[in-house]
């Protein structure tokens, strides 16, 4: 059973446009979120998180949003830059006691210069 | 600071045969995780240490093993290897596993023939 799922594969976006990556969950004991990018032949780095208790974080370009409700977040890049283009991970921790992140299975970015 | 490493960083192995992947963290860092990927699977979570313990373990068969070191290095082994165990294995370091960034190594790539 897939808790975190990212439903897209893959996008493809414009240079200078916005790129919006989605993911969904099922568990609503997941209480901590992060995005992840990852380049061929290296391993994931961390890009930006969010904690159940705000809908929104910003750094820089990018900035994810959580709909708890829904139980939904996304992950907003502007303006998209060619250097964006990996494959992006978002991941899920379920708090205290687990000790484990749950990760989607990733959406590929390829922004067109 | 010096990252995660993991050695070797490609490995060939023939079906029956037992390996050993190794995982040195971020200096500080006591929680040492593993995970599997392949593709269109994400990463697949294989078992999370902290301070020489085994806190949570994934969905992988008993032939999956890990340990931890006192100076927090980890070592993970999958004895009677399968073709479908090929896989890049990353292992991620982080000071609790707990509601933090997890820093991640490049990653082993195990070709199992």
């Known amino acids: 059973d897939q808790q975190v799922k990212q439903n897209s594969p893959s996008l493809s976006v414009q240079e200078g446009r916005i790129s919006i990556l989605n993911c969904d969950y099922t568990n609503s004991m997941f209480d901590y979120f992060l995005w992840y990018k990852k380049y061929p032949a290296e391993g994931p780095t961390f890009l930006i998180s969010?904690?159940?208790?705000?809908d929104k974080n910003e750094d820089g370009r990018f900035t994810v949003f959580l709909n708890k409700s829904a139980k939904h977040l996304s992950l907003h890049i502007v303006p998209s830059q060619p250097g964006d283009s990996a494959v992006y991970f978002c991941a899920a921790s379920a708090g205290s006691g687990t000790y484990k992140y749950i990760f989607g299975t990733g959406t590929r970015l390829k922004v067109l210069a | 600071k010096a990252g995660v490493t993991q050695t070797p960083r490609y490995l060939i192995k023939t079906r029956g045969q037992q390996v050993t992947l190794s995982c040195s963290p971020i200096?500080?860092?006591?929680?040492v995780s593993w995970y599997q990927q392949t593709p269109g699977q994400g990463l697949q979570f294989l078992f999370e240490y902290f301070s020489e313990t085994q806190r949570n373990k994934g969905n992988f068969p008993g032939r999956f093993s890990g340990r931890q070191f006192s100076n927090s290095r980890s070592e993970m082994n999958v004895s009677t290897l399968e073709l479908g165990d090929s896989a890049l294995y990353l292992c991620?370091?982080?000071?609790?596993?707990?509601?933090?960034?997890?820093?991640f190594g490049p990653g082993t790539r195990l070709l199992v023939l």
């Open positions: 991620a370091s982080s000071f609790f596993a707990l509601k933090e960034t997890q820093y």
């Open positions: 200096s500080g860092h006591r929680s």
């Open positions: 969010i904690s159940s208790i705000k």
